[in-house]
């Protein structure tokens, strides 16, 4: 069933190409912007991948609200699915010759390019977002090719996973206000350990969310939640 | 030179985008959408962000996609009223 | 016509075909994937327009900020498509100009 053409979203969406072209048209060829003072500030706190730097310290703010929108979504998600008592189906633990064993094959090294990806984000591209995202991705994965929670992942532990990140973060941005400071000013000392720390759990927190809000809402539910 | 490709890499997004917007089947639009997240890293690495072009590839076009296509299999069941939905459900493969 | 400029008229071009997906398309996941088009439209022109430095290195700030975009695309995207579901399962109807009450069901 093909839509018909409709006039006014067609010139809705032609008049803001319009605008926007026209705009970056107008502007200037070249622009300094802010790649030297970013360049050289990151030198002198001593992380060497410029973005890292500006996400985690010089923009922390940002990051810290874009953490709590994450939440936000995946509490959302989480209680508009399918009540455990009403859905008892688990998947399936048979998931085909191709699926299953390249699941194996592939669950413990995503585990590893995570943990990778964080480490190396600190000098080279990577990050907390980037490790998430993979750990995220091995999760769903997992749950897609039938392997059911283990019973020792409780519904505290997924909890736990879930708001480490945020709740690390906020303590780690209002600490220095207990020592005069203000938010988010990280003592120069244990900086690159505290950015290392914060990285490592917003990690486990991005993958978790990343898993939950796949498959908190996906149509064959495991009762209790995502992993 | 390269500037030859970035005008071609820019034409294949528009013309993902239009497709991926303008098909009638819903798994084709997904397919789509994904091949757009994939392109779109290459974008980011010509304009130099290695780091958006890694989270572009697993979140843009990983995640988002399993969530599309997901919903799209969920959409593709008889509409029984909830919470009458019962175990004759069950009957959907596993896609990845 | 220098590269930045490509890309970032390029993004407008994605923007404005996110956008008549977002409000012409009657099928809701073909409006979130719109809404997809539209953030990925605006990422294209940030970071095209933040690589206008003489120098040639591209600006860390718009590439910071699209980082938290494409994760805040994601959270969009799965609250979008479990509303999506959930009205799935209670109505029976995949878009929103059929009225349920009326009780044409597919």
Request: glycine share 12%; proline share 5%.
């Given at each position: ?9 067609l010139?809705?969406?032609l ?7 026209t ?5 200037p ?15 002198t706190?001593?992380i ?13 703010y ?43 094959l592939l ?6 390019i ?26 769903i994965?997992?749950?897609l ?10 519904q ?12 690390a ?14 938010l ?28 939950s ?7 064959r ?7 | ?6 005008i ?12 991926s ?6 798994f ?5 959408f ?16 290695p780091?958006v072009?890694l ?10 996609g ?31 | 016509?220098?590269?930045y400029?490509?890309?970032?008229l ?25 809404a ?20 040639g290195t591209?600006?860390?700030v718009p590439?910071a ?15 979008g498509l ?18 349920p ?5 597919p």
């Amino acid at each position: 069933m093909r839509d018909r053409l409709k006039i006014m979203p067609l010139l809705a969406s032609l008049a803001a190409l319009g605008i926007i072209a026209t705009t970056i048209i107008g502007l200037p060829s070249t622009a300094p912007g802010l790649s030297a003072q970013m360049n050289a500030n990151a030198e002198t706190i001593g992380i060497k991948n410029v973005v890292t730097a500006v996400l985690l310290d010089f923009r922390g703010y940002d990051t810290l609200l874009e953490i709590s929108v994450l939440m936000l979504a995946t509490v959302a998600v989480l209680s508009l699915r399918v009540p455990p008592s009403e859905s008892r189906r688990r998947l399936t633990g048979e998931s085909g010759l191709l699926l299953g064993s390249l699941t194996r094959l592939l669950a413990p090294f995503m585990i590893v390019i995570a943990g990778f990806l964080v480490w190396v984000g600190s000098s080279g591209p990577g990050g907390a977002f980037q490790a998430g995202a993979v750990l995220g991705a091995g999760g769903i994965l997992l749950a897609l090719a039938g392997y059911d929670r283990p019973a020792w992942v409780r519904q505290s532990l997924i909890r736990v996973a879930l708001t480490i990140g945020l709740l690390a973060f906020i303590a780690i941005a209002l600490l220095p206000i207990l020592n005069g400071g203000t938010l988010l000013e990280y003592p120069d000392s244990a900086r690159k350990t505290l950015l290392l720390l914060l990285e490592g759990l917003l990690t486990l927190s991005i993958g978790a969310s990343l898993a939950s809000l796949f498959l908190a809402s996906a149509s064959r539910g495991q009762d209790g939640g995502g992993r | 030179m390269m500037h030859l490709f970035d005008i071609l890499l820019v034409g294949v997004l528009a013309w993902i985008a239009i497709g991926s917007t303008s098909e009638a089947k819903l798994f084709k639009s997904i397919v789509m959408f994904m091949v757009f997240g994939l392109f779109m890293s290459l974008a980011w690495i010509r304009l130099g962000s290695p780091d958006v072009a890694l989270a572009e590839a697993a979140i843009g076009s990983g995640v988002t996609g399993a969530l599309l296509l997901d919903a799209a299999g969920h959409l593709r069941r008889r509409p029984t009223p909830y919470p009458e939905e019962d175990a004759s459900s069950t009957e959907e493969e596993a896609d990845a | 016509m220098s590269t930045y400029l490509i890309y970032s008229l390029g993004g407008a071009v994605i923007f404005a075909i996110g956008l008549y997906a977002l409000l012409a398309r009657r099928h809701l996941v073909h409006k979130v994937i719109g809404a997809n088009l539209m953030g990925s439209g605006t990422f294209l022109v940030l970071i095209g327009l933040g690589n206008r430095a003489p120098g040639g290195t591209p600006d860390p700030v718009p590439q910071a900020m699209v980082l938290t975009g494409i994760v805040v695309t994601v959270a969009l995207t799965a609250l979008g498509l479990a509303i999506t579901k959930r009205y799935f399962s209670a109505t029976g109807l995949d878009d929103l100009d059929t009225d349920p009450r009326e009780g044409d069901h597919p």
